[in-house]
């Protein structure tokens, strides 16, 4: 009998383990989703749902509005939510934090816009390139990525918040389910 007891508790932290390793996948999951429309809309480049963030959820090759990629992004939210039995109250919560994430994000884009302005003028100009003024550019351009990406994690750890352990893994799951992975 104490045989069985040794194994059944030998066998616990391997099932544990098993399950914080699921729930880091499952947030590493939810990140690439979350970011990936959200980056898309922000770059104006094709990505997120399989079609152009031009065009239908942009307004014909015009840059996405924050407005565009929030309504684009409830359907996205739905559209994740809806299998894992998530509350009115859950869903409306996790709306609000994605909005909140467009909104500053999209701020950080007219910066971006801003210096991409700047590497313009540097390289289409003079006869000589000031390196110091794209040195300085580039840096800027590092700060926002990373800017940008603390805002992304800060997100979906807000969402995570929201999610009960058993929802995030069920993400997860139909994530993985529907990458084919």
């Known amino acids: 009998m104490e045989e069985k007891s040794d ?17 880091i996948g499952a947030g590493a999951l939810i990140t690439l989703v979350a970011a990936r429309p959200i980056t898309a809309a922000i770059q104006n480049t094709a990505g997120g749902f399989h079609h152009s963030w031009r065009g239908h959820w942009g307004g014909g090759g015009e840059a996405m509005s924050p407005e565009a990629a929030k309504e ?5 939210t739905k559209w994740m939510l809806r299998d894992i039995d998530a509350s009115a109250e859950q869903q409306d919560r996790v709306n609000a934090i994605v909005a909140g994430a467009v909104d500053d994000l999209f701020r950080l884009r007219d ?15 003079g006869a000589t390139v000031d390196r110091a003024a794209l040195e300085e550019i580039r840096k800027s351009e ?14 979906l750890a807000d969402v995570s918040d929201v999610l009960t352990p058993e ?11 529907h990458h084919g992975n």
């Open 7 to 23: 194994v059944t508790e030998g066998a616990k932290p391997g099932r544990r383990r098993n399950v914080v390793y699921a729930l």
């Open 72 to 76: 684009h992004l409830q359907v996205a």
């Open 111 to 125: 910066r971006h816009q801003q210096n991409r302005d700047a590497f313009h003028a540097q390289l289409g100009g």
């Open 142 to 155: 590092m700060g926002l990525a990373d800017e940008a990406s603390k805002r992304l994690v800060q997100a």
């Open 167 to 177: 929802q995030r893994l069920a993400l997860a799951e139909r994530i993985h389910r």
